[in-house]
């Protein structure tokens, strides 16, 4: 008996499969994306190999001068020669170990957080976030315990920018919550007083603040006080992020449903441990997006504080442009300068990512 | 509104309160030399004016007030220490006791000198507003602008003196406006505007940043008075003298012909009068500044005379090469003049 054999199946069209198929779904799909794909591959021809060629071909590397750059591409030899000033500011040369080391010991220390398998992540982290201020202090500061004082009118540099983003995100996010717990809270006296503070500090601008605290504070306070100037800014910082840092998570703090309030006081849980066990683990995960963002823009805003002379990355940059041996060095200084800051800021979006899929925030149904 | 302006005049009141405080006779230098250095407010960075150099140190013919008076105060030009200003806070900060001395590159005005609770001490630099344009564009004066496109930093008083010279001279003109001098300088190279207007010092340091600097020139006009000069509180007249006789001390020095190399010596042989006043080996001139007796020779020695500090940081022996101009001795043709030493 015969049986029908099936002829087999005829492949896809070329122009529908493999990278020519992929090319014309998403690139050439009509005369207007045709358009669109053919002017965007004229401005990339346009503006990448310029780039490169500045960049990387005709750039100058090695050298010690000026006049060891040909100017026909970027002068690279202008960053090697101020790296130091860019990463540490006025910090004595031979102490700037110490400064590695706090990094260093920033790293060693804060790796057992990331470390999914440690169990005590909770009393671990108390205890670093109390010990490593002191030794930062100690190391970056120092003037006891056998080093000597650096005051912070030397610190500058990349350091500068992580040491007030460092401290105003460790300050920011603890005082934020609380600010955010207390707007919610029924008490009318403390609600009023985080409804103002909030308000307060999210009217005015960052660099308003940051005028104000080294303009106007030194006239208030008897002679010969100095408050620090990088404490002032410090301090400036974290009050103004904790405004934001609060709004976000009062998001989160909204978004609980009734019921898990409802239940956490039906189980007999008291304020705190109810808002510490039950709710804000939950709205804190749901808000990691929108804290990871107040982060990023603290980051690049710790340039602002150019507007009171404290030299962070940006400003060391900018003074060093100013030196006659170097005129004219600005586009390659600037552009070493996005560099790094994008280096962070990606870095820091591509950590809250992971610990989004981690902690699951999508809640999969 | 009403409420708004009782406020603005008690915080105005606090602050005259705070200069006022501040300053009292001779309190400034007990404590300078309590704490054993001179607190100076320099640039964040104007090239030859105040720089941090590779190794971090400071320098330019501001820092080098600063210096001068440390060596005449401590016998050592190093003991000063910066505070590096904007232009927003610097008066401010000289106000409230944060520095002893502002010396950044501050146009002296009867408003800054008589409003704000400050003296200027005396001008380390006359500067005024000029421009630079393109060899090719074959203009010698400014006068032959007509019509020009202008490039001018935005926010100075650049702006207003612009205006005026054109309205002036009946010629119109097209201003773009800038916010920093490296786009300005960008801009004058790629040809959007024909001539670049700013102080002149600042256009020296413009051309260099340009790659073709050979092809540009200042102008030989100059359309404002901006006299440069450091500030103190008013009301400590000793301080005040310190700071002023520093320069005017840094003034005869060059005007006697006394350099830093041959100042040790001129002290000890010093034939000329003047000189031997100057340098201390006559008379008790530095003790009535509160002063030890070699403080010129300090100042000379390790800091430099006048003409010794132009050439080293704006004029032939930096990469800028002002030339010295309204800047150079009375004698020389410069409007550059001290009160003697007797």
């Known amino acids: 008996m015969d049986t029908h054999v099936f002829k087999p199946d005829q492949p896809a069209p070329a122009l529908s499969v493999g990278p020519l198929g992929w090319l014309r779904a998403n690139l050439f799909s009509g005369w207007f994306n045709t358009l669109l794909t053919l002017l965007g591959l004229y401005l990339v021809w346009q503006i990448v190999p310029p780039l490169i060629d500045w960049a990387f071909i005709e750039a100058d590397w090695r050298g010690e001068t000026r006049a060891d750059c040909s100017r026909e591409g970027a002068c690279w030899v202008f960053v090697g020669e101020r790296f130091g000033q860019f990463m540490y500011g006025f910090y004595p040369q031979d102490q700037r170990w110490r400064v590695d080391l706090a990094v260093l010991l920033a790293v060693v220390g804060a790796a057992p957080l990331f470390v999914a398998a440690f169990r005590h992540k909770l009393r671990y982290g108390l205890a670093f976030l109390l010990v490593y201020p002191l030794l930062a202090w100690w190391l970056l500061h120092g003037g006891f315990l056998g080093l000597i004082a650096v005051p912070t009118s030397q610190w500058g540099g990349l350091m500068l920018t992580l040491v007030i983003a460092a401290v105003g995100i460790a300050g920011a996010l603890p005082l934020g919550i609380l600010l955010a717990l207390g707007r919610r809270s029924d008490l009318p006296a403390i609600k009023v007083l985080c409804v103002t503070f909030i308000e307060f500090w999210r009217g005015v601008p960052l660099i308003t603040v940051l005028f104000m605290s080294s303009v106007m504070l030194p006239l208030f306070l008897p002679e010969g006080m100095n408050l620090d100037k990088l404490l002032r800014a410090m301090l400036m910082v974290i009050l103004f992020e904790a405004a934001y840092i609060a709004e976000v998570v009062r998001g989160g703090l909204q978004a609980i449903p009734k019921g898990q309030y409802e239940a956490a006081q039906a189980m007999g849980l008291g304020y705190w441990r109810m808002m510490g066990l039950v709710v804000l683990p939950q709205a804190l995960k749901l808000v990691i997006p929108g804290i990871v963002n107040t982060f990023i823009a603290l980051f690049k805003d710790t340039s602002l504080v150019i507007i009171i002379g404290l030299f962070d990355f940006l400003n060391s940059i900018k003074r060093a442009t100013a030196d006659p041996a170097w005129l004219g060095m600005s586009t390659e200084g600037y552009v070493f300068a996005a560099v790094v800051y994008w280096i962070f800021c990606f870095g820091i979006s591509r950590y809250s990512q992971r610990l989004e899929r981690r902690l699951e925030t999508g809640h999969r149904h | ?342």
């Open chain 2, 1 to 342: 509104m009403k409420r708004l302006k009782s406020m603005m005049a008690v915080l105005s009141a606090v602050s005259l309160l705070g200069a006022a405080g501040a300053a009292q006779a001779g309190a400034t230098l007990d404590a300078v030399k309590k704490k054993g250095f001179v607190q100076c407010g320099v640039s964040d960075g104007l090239p030859g004016f105040s720089y941090v150099d590779a190794q971090g140190k400071y320098l330019g013919i501001d820092v080098d007030v600063c210096r001068a008076v440390a060596a005449a105060v401590f016998g050592d030009a190093d003991k000063v220490k910066y505070s590096p200003l904007t232009a927003k806070e610097r008066f401010t900060a000289l106000q409230s006791g944060e520095v002893d001395v502002l010396s950044r590159n501050t146009t002296w005005t009867s408003s800054r000198d008589s409003a704000m609770g400050l003296n200027f001490t005396g001008v380390t630099y006359y500067d005024g507003q000029g421009f630079l344009v393109n060899k090719s564009l074959g203009v010698s004066s400014a006068k032959e602008l007509d019509g020009a496109t202008v490039c001018i930093q935005a926010g100075t008083t650049t702006e207003l003196n612009l205006s005026d010279y054109f309205r002036a001279n009946n010629h119109t003109y097209t201003p773009i406006t800038y916010d920093t001098s490296d786009e300005s300088a960008k801009s004058l190279e790629s040809g959007r505007c024909d001539v670049l207007t700013s102080d002149q010092s600042q256009l020296y340091a413009q051309r260099i940043k340009l790659a073709k600097p050979d092809d540009y020139v200042v102008l030989p006009e100059v359309i404002s008075k901006e006299p440069l000069g450091p500030l103190v509180r008013q009301g400590d007249e000793e301080w005040f003298d310190i700071v002023r006789w520093t320069l005017f001390a840094m003034l005869n020095a060059e005007e006697l012909g006394v350099d830093s190399k041959n100042v040790e010596q001129m002290a000890k042989a010093a034939k000329n009068p003047d000189v031997a006043r100057l340098l201390g080996a006559e008379g008790e001139y530095g003790k009535d500044l509160k002063l030890p007796r070699d403080w010129v020779v300090q100042i000379v020695k390790q800091v430099g005379n006048y003409g010794e500090v132009f050439e080293r940081n704006i004029g032939s022996g930096s990469e800028l090469k002002i030339e010295r101009g309204l800047n150079a001795l009375w004698n020389q043709g410069g409007v550059q003049y001290a009160p003697p030493v007797r």
